[in-house]
């Protein structure tokens, strides 16, 4: 006895010219026929029932999908020849979630006709050929997250303004995309603009699609950068040379580099001004320290130890266990109580016995001192404010030039001065204040004093006013 079956038929992206002579054939000659909907250009050639009136009360699409397979099932094991036809927009085989959930159902086969697609239509309008450009098909309703590249990318499902302003949040603002509307019908249209203004194409409906020529995203950036150092490393002399080792210091030196830039920049944004000169050299100099990152990474891949995504899946585990307030249920109040659990959960994650595990000894003595301190606290040791301020005002005023300008015992006045440094460390964590980022200002002050006193000393005549 033969099983039941739903034969899927697609009546193309556009008006009857797309449906085949089979699709047609299949519909006028079934006993049971169904539309997934008659709102489609090729629908009017047939007088048969849809499901539109089920759409208008259904609680989320994936509801009503179900509720169309479950009757679809039903059609098939009732009707006298044990055989529905459904007809679906487009093509059965290209973003219609009905026939992949009839796939499912083991009571019933499944037949989808072949049919001309959106795809078809979208490529012959653009002059892609989706073979050579490596054409990626996305649904828009997938995901919230951003597009990724390279592309080409043809983006369906985007039958509404709403949708096309969720599409906007998902690429960058400049991109251009072109929106591809009524294909295949008299009033076919194909317009650019740029991602941010997509929301402004209020003609969007379930004819409309979207095309995205060219992604750059960092996954494509990375891999490309991946490729560049294999090569300098196949071809390089300097760079075959390098190890681990060797490349500590310039991780330093372009970390600072970096800094360096970074603070100018942070100045730059506080100020409320806007100097591309400054924002490129953050860009480059964050791009140099990454580029280190990434040589160690190509190293560790060739010795078979680590590679650069390996590194990248190991920060993103970590980091999801150290963020249980937005991936599990954890609740925090404030950025401060974030810092505690931080530390509470890197101790348990490491297995760590010692408050002061995990410190690098290497790092300056400020900072050092800092993060010291913030460890202090976690097994009780306690400073307050006005304590620490009497204190240091004791150990300044108590500070004297060495005993004699003969003596060459220096120990008790650098231990006078230490401990008054110590005190204004203590003082300056107490307060929450980053002590090597003061200094490190007056510092940066006093050079631009230098730069100053010497523009003048080589400029007479400005001296001279």
């Known amino acids: 006895m033969s099983r039941p079956r739903v034969r899927v038929v697609g009546l193309g992206p556009g008006d009857a010219r797309y449906v085949t002579a089979g699709a047609a054939a299949a519909l006028r000659n079934a006993s049971v026929a169904r539309l997934r909907t008659n709102v489609h250009p090729a629908a009017a050639a047939f007088d048969l029932q849809s499901y539109d009136e089920w759409y208008e009360s259904a609680d989320s699409f994936e509801h009503l999908y179900v509720r169309i397979v479950d009757d679809l099932v039903l059609l098939a094991?009732?009707?006298?020849?044990?055989?529905?036809?459904?007809?679906?927009?487009?093509?059965?085989?290209?973003a219609e979630h009905t026939v992949e959930l009839l796939r499912e159902r083991s009571d019933v086969d499944v037949i989808c006709e072949p049919a001309v697609s959106v795809i078809d239509v979208a490529c012959a309008a653009l002059g892609v050929d989706p073979m050579s450009t490596g054409l990626r098909v996305l649904d828009a309703l997938d995901s919230i997250e951003p597009f990724r590249g390279p592309g080409p990318l043809l983006i369906l499902q985007t039958y509404a303004p709403e949708v096309l302003a969720t599409i906007a949040d998902r690429l960058p603002g400049d991109t251009p995309v072109d929106v591809l509307h009524h294909l295949g019908l008299d009033d076919e249209r194909m317009v650019r603009l740029e991602a941010r203004d997509l929301?402004?194409?209020?003609?969007?409906?379930?004819?409309?699609?979207?095309?995205?020529?060219?992604?750059?995203?960092?996954?494509?950036?990375?891999?490309?950068?991946?490729?560049?150092?294999?090569?300098?490393?196949?071809?390089?002399?300097?760079?075959?040379?390098?190890?681990?080792?060797?490349?500590?210091?310039?991780?330093?030196?372009?970390?600072?580099?970096?800094?360096?830039?970074?603070?100018?920049?942070?100045?730059?944004?506080?100020?409320?001004?806007?100097d591309d000169v400054l924002v490129a050299h953050a860009e480059e100099?964050?791009?140099?320290?990454?580029?280190?990152?990434?040589?160690?990474?190509?190293?560790?891949?060739?010795e078979g130890r680590f590679t650069l995504a390996t590194i990248a899946d190991a920060a993103?585990?970590?980091?999801?266990?150290?963020?249980?307030?937005?991936?599990?249920?954890?609740?925090?109040k404030d950025a401060e109580q974030v810092a505690a659990n931080w530390e509470v959960l890197k101790?348990?994650?490491?297995?760590?016995?010692?408050?002061?595990?995990?410190?690098?000894?290497?790092?300056?003595?400020?900072?050092?001192?800092?993060?010291?301190?913030?460890?202090?606290?976690?097994?009780?040791?306690?400073?307050?404010?006005?304590?620490?301020?009497?204190?240091?005002?004791?150990?300044?005023?108590?500070?004297?030039?060495?005993?004699?300008a003969e003596s060459d015992d220096d120990s008790e006045w650098g231990e006078a001065l230490a401990q008054a440094l110590i005190s204004l460390s203590n003082l300056a964590a107490l307060e929450r204040l980053d002590l090597e980022s003061l200094l490190r200002a007056r510092v940066l002050a006093l050079r631009d004093q230098i730069l100053a006193i010497e523009a003048d000393q080589s400029n007479p005549s400005k001296s001279a006013e």
């Not at 094991?77 to 290209?94: C, F, I, K, Q, W």
């Not at 379930?206 to 090569?231: C, I, K, N, P, Q």
């Not at 030196?253 to 100045?267: G, H, I, K, R, V």
């Not at 791009?287 to 891949?301: I, K, N, R």
Request: aromatic share 6%; proline share 4%.
């Open 316 to 332: 993103r585990d970590k980091l999801t266990g150290r963020h249980p307030h937005v991936f599990a249920d954890v609740v925090v």
């Open 77 to 94: 094991h009732t009707s006298p020849t044990l055989e529905v036809v459904y007809a679906v927009p487009g093509s059965p085989v290209v």
């Open 347 to 404: 101790r348990a994650e490491k297995g760590r016995t010692s408050a002061l595990e995990g410190i690098s000894w290497w790092s300056p003595a400020l900072s050092l001192h800092a993060k010291v301190l913030q460890r202090a606290v976690a097994v009780g040791v306690t400073k307050d404010v006005s304590s620490e301020l009497a204190r240091l005002q004791s150990l300044v005023a108590s500070i004297e030039l060495p005993m004699t």
């Open 199 to 274: 929301a402004t194409f209020a003609d969007a409906d379930h004819l409309t699609s979207l095309y995205v020529e060219g992604l750059r995203t960092a996954g494509e950036a990375m891999d490309d950068l991946v490729s560049f150092t294999r090569r300098l490393r196949a071809e390089c002399p300097w760079d075959q040379e390098q190890t681990h080792a060797s490349l500590t210091k310039y991780l330093i030196e372009e970390a600072y580099e970096a800094l360096d830039a970074l603070t100018n920049l942070s100045t730059m944004i506080d100020a409320g001004d806007e």
């Open 285 to 302: 100099e964050l791009g140099d320290l990454l580029f280190q990152v990434l040589f160690h990474a190509e190293l560790g891949d060739e």
